[in-house]
């Protein structure tokens, strides 16, 4: 038995969120998609976007799609692995710099 609250398979289903809002799950899909079409970024930048967000929410759904997304546009291993690499940067960053805000705390305590 697969007690596992992720499962791979569900990602298939991803397109049945309409299912019980049918009008904002269509609206949410018709921007999704304007997204990820080729503009000012290409595909491959945009699914190695989307793979770092991915791993900087956490999302397995979406580490697997974009895995797959940036493997279609052309995205080297060493690429994606630098993408993961830049999210972790954020994320770690992110946790320090709000050490400042602690910092000021202490100072203003310790006047």
């Known amino acids: 038995m697969d007690d596992s609250y992720y499962k791979s398979e569900d990602l298939k289903k991803f397109g049945d969120i309409t ?9 949410f899909f018709d921007y999704y998609g304007e997204v990820f079409e080729e503009g000012a970024l290409t595909k491959r930048e945009k699914a190695l ?11 397995p759904y979406c580490i697997d799609a974009y895995t797959t997304e940036s493997l279609e546009n052309g995205a080297s291993e060493e690429q994606m692995m630098e993408a993961v690499h830049v999210s972790a940067a954020i994320r770690g960053g992110s946790s320090l710099v709000h050490g400042v805000q602690m910092m000021n705390k202490v100072k203003g305590l310790s006047m």
């Not at 299912?19 to 904002?24: A, L, N, S, V, Y």
């Not at 976007?49 to 900087?56: D, N, P």
């Open 49 to 59: 976007i989307a793979l770092a967000v991915a791993h900087t929410v956490q999302c």
């Open 19 to 27: 299912e019980f809002q049918e009008k904002m799950g269509n609206k």
